[in-house]
């Protein structure tokens, strides 16, 4: 079965400043999808960010990018001139592509707060 | 679109009680998964439908627990009798099939407190 692994509870960052979310999954699949969720205190789950495992290039969303080593099972979250806004828990997920659209299997989260 | 609904938003009842969360997925998605969040195991999948068929109900903690999907535009997920420890957040997401992406919508949520 596979795993996602947060490895960070809580990170801090000042506003205007760059901060790096962890996570790490393990499969022995070769293709697969990886999110990075948003759940801001409203409880909403808000996609922020995908990857396709086949893809080299890293993906990016306006202030938001990925790190993502395959060989190392790692993908990491880059938030720039991070805002108040971004204040809010993190869930890493994976996503088996082998056989069709398969459930979502989510890390524990990293809880971010940013400092004015 | 509206996105994914769910009602209610909150739900607060007596341990015994019968409790029905409600479900609406985008228009044309061909996936339902209905997930739970609790402090202790995080997020995790309750079942999920592929047009309508449970395909996998693995995560469904007991008996207590059952869920239908009874068209493309409804499903509910029905705990009975209800425990204190079902205590938690309800999700519910969709997604189209995976060639046009397969990234899931999430719903609002279903706070659920049982007393």
């Known amino acids: 079965a596979q795993t996602v692994t947060q490895s960070q509870p809580e990170m801090s960052v000042q506003e205007a400043e760059t901060v790096t979310l962890s996570c790490t999954y393990d499969?022995?699949?070769?293709?697969?999808?990886l999110f990075w969720y948003k759940q801001p205190p409203s409880r909403q789950m808000i996609l922020v960010i995908r990857?396709?495992?086949?893809?080299?290039q890293n993906a990016t969303e306006n202030r938001f990018s990925v790190n993502f080593q395959k060989a190392a099972k790692s993908f990491s979250l880059k938030i720039s001139d991070s805002q108040l806004g971004d204040a809010a828990m993190y869930f890493c997920?994976?996503?088996?592509?082998?056989?069709?659209?398969?459930?979502?299997?989510f890390g524990k989260g990293t809880r971010l707060s940013v400092i004015a | 679109d509206a996105g994914v609904i769910q009602s209610p938003r909150h739900e607060v009842t007596e341990m015994g009680q019968e409790v029905t969360l409600r479900c609406k997925p985008i228009?044309?998605?061909?996936?339902l998964f209905w997930y739970r969040q609790t402090m202790m195991r995080g997020l995790e999948l309750l079942i999920y439908?592929?047009?309508?068929?449970?395909?996998?109900d693995s995560g469904m903690p007991e008996d207590r627990f059952s869920a239908k999907m009874p068209n493309a535009s409804f499903s509910t997920l029905k705990i009975q009798p209800s425990e204190p420890r079902d205590s938690a957040v309800y999700f519910c997401?969709?997604?189209?099939?995976?060639?046009?992406?397969?990234?899931?919508?999430f719903g609002p949520g279903t706070r659920l407190l049982v007393l």
């Open positions: 439908f592929n047009n309508n068929v449970p395909i996998d």
């Open positions: 997401a969709s997604s189209p099939r995976l060639v046009a992406g397969g990234t899931q919508y």
């Open positions: 499969t022995s699949e070769s293709d697969y999808y």
């Open positions: 997920a994976y996503r088996s592509a082998s056989s069709g659209n398969t459930p979502l299997v």
């Open positions: 990857q396709e495992a086949y893809k080299q």
């Open positions: 228009s044309g998605h061909d996936y």
